[in-house]
């Protein structure tokens, strides 16, 4: 029978799910299809292709090419965008690794472009508007590895936690530290995001 390409995506995301990124190999991956190795270049020239054929399919899956409505409103549009691609990276193991120093594609373009149109039509030079698109998709990129890395090391890491001897002479860390220290992730997401929304405002403004 033939190896389909969709075949090859789908069993490799649950490969990553069960053995991370650094333990998923072609060679593993093709013992899982019950190919040999070589089957598997008819579809992808390299692993790297297939990674981001991987990465693709895990921002199809979370319908990460919906193009943004006219006229929406800008900042509650970036916003939950911001929100469904955070829960895209974190529905697959090492998902934001998996997601790093991918571009968009062809598919994804009108997507873009539709969000680069909200933010042009309240003020901001195309240049800026991808600016800002970029510096969200980073902010969401490196909070869900830190959230993934934290969830991989949480039993080495356990015990390992700041007591409040060790801030002692740093009262405004301590302060800030038991203000965060038993935070909503979620909440605390939507924080950060919240600072970036309002820069972008500020910049409408001028």
């Known amino acids: 029978m033939k190896l389909q390409r969709d075949e090859v995506i789908r069993t490799a995301l649950d490969l990553l799910d069960e053995v991370g990124i650094d333990g998923l190999s072609t060679r593993r991956l093709a013992e899982r299809l019950g190919v040999q190795s070589p089957a598997l270049y008819w579809h992808f020239r390299n692993k790297r292709a297939l990674l981001d054929a991987m990465a693709k399919a895990m921002m199809v899956e979370a319908g990460m090419e919906r193009p943004a409505e006219p006229g929406a409103d800008w900042r509650s549009w970036i916003a939950e ?100 220290r038993d935070a909503d992730p979620d909440a605390e997401f939507d924080h950060g995001l919240g600072l970036l929304l309002d820069g972008i405002a500020a910049r409408l403004a001028r």
């Open 81 to 180: 965008d911001a929100r469904r691609f955070r829960r895209a990276l974190l529905s697959r193991r090492d998902g934001a690794r998996l997601h790093a120093g991918t571009r968009p594609e062809p598919a994804e373009f009108a997507a873009v472009e539709s969000e680069t149109a909200l933010l042009c039509a309240q003020g901001l030079a195309p240049a800026d508007a991808l600016r800002a698109q970029i510096a969200i998709s980073r902010y969401v990129v490196g909070w869900v590895l830190e959230e993934q890395a934290d969830a991989a090391d949480a039993g080495a890491r356990e015990g390992e936690r700041m007591a409040a001897a060790d801030l002692a002479g740093y009262p405004l860390f301590a302060e800030g530290m038991a203000a965060l």
